[in-house]
């Protein structure tokens, strides 16, 4: 079956402009994560839905970022007032229950590049 | 604090090398450990889990609760190994903590 996948593939905008990434999850998968991969940072946690809830939104790295998941499906992560420090690869995962041993499957992530 | 850390950023082996790329843990509690790869122009993957004490690829990892440790070990490493290698620790339901990974580079 299909993968996660997410778009645009790439981003690019203007410093204080809204973008908004997507995200679809393997079907079935009711645990979505999106995290955010720096040069050099690794990849940092930023929210997790179970279903449509966020039970965790810890590392959200500002109010400027925010995320809602639809029909237990698609995802979107929104950044509003995009600064330069935004860019980054966005990566989206999906596990079947969110379970600590689930694997992770990862989509092909976002490449955002603010101007 | 529950932390990840490969403390190399860059491994480069020669092929044939035995490998060992180092991950080291902070966590009180019974950890889930993972290793995820990212080879070129790929999305990020699986490669092993503690839990299952499995060989993928020709790598084992084994925890170390008393050092905190879950290196990742191949005895003869392949070109087609370069990658991005990342350790990750699941403290507990739904929660990641990825380390900033290390790139090996096999050489010819």
């Known amino acids: 079956g299909a993968g996660v996948s997410q778009s645009p593939s790439n981003k690019v905008t203007e410093k204080g402009k809204d973008v908004e990434l997507r995200c679809d999850p393997i079907?079935?998968?009711?645990?979505l994560y999106w995290y955010r991969q720096s040069l050099g940072q690794g990849l940092e946690f930023l929210i997790y839905?179970?279903?449509?809830?966020?039970?965790?939104k810890s590392g959200l790295p500002s109010d400027r970022f925010s995320a809602e998941r639809t029909g237990g499906s698609v995802s979107t992560l929104t950044i509003q007032r995009t600064q330069q420090e935004d860019s980054a690869v966005y990566l989206c995962?999906?596990?079947?229950?969110?379970?600590?041993?689930?694997?992770?499957?990862f989509g092909p992530g976002t490449r955002l590049t603010v101007l | 604090a529950q932390r990840v850390t490969q403390p190399e950023k860059l491994l480069s082996v020669f092929k044939g090398a035995p490998v060992e790329l180092k991950c080291n843990y902070s966590?009180?509690?019974?950890?889930?450990l993972f290793w995820y790869v990212q080879y070129s122009r790929q999305r990020l993957q699986l490669l092993l889990r503690?839990?299952s004490r499995e060989s993928i690829k020709g790598f084992t990892a084994d925890l170390n609760k008393g050092e905190t440790s879950f290196h990742l070990k191949k005895p003869f490493a392949q070109e087609e190994d370069s990658a991005m290698y990342y350790c990750?620790?699941?403290?507990?339901?739904?929660?990641?903590?990825f380390g900033t990974g290390t790139r090996l580079k096999v050489l010819a």
């Open positions: 995962a999906s596990s079947l229950t969110g379970g600590r041993t689930d694997t992770q499957y």
């Open positions: 839905f179970q279903g449509n809830s966020a039970p965790d």
């Open positions: 966590y009180s509690g019974s950890p889930e």
């Open positions: 079907s079935g998968h009711t645990a």
């Open positions: 503690h839990i």
């Open positions: 990750a620790l699941s403290p507990g339901t739904y929660k990641y903590i």
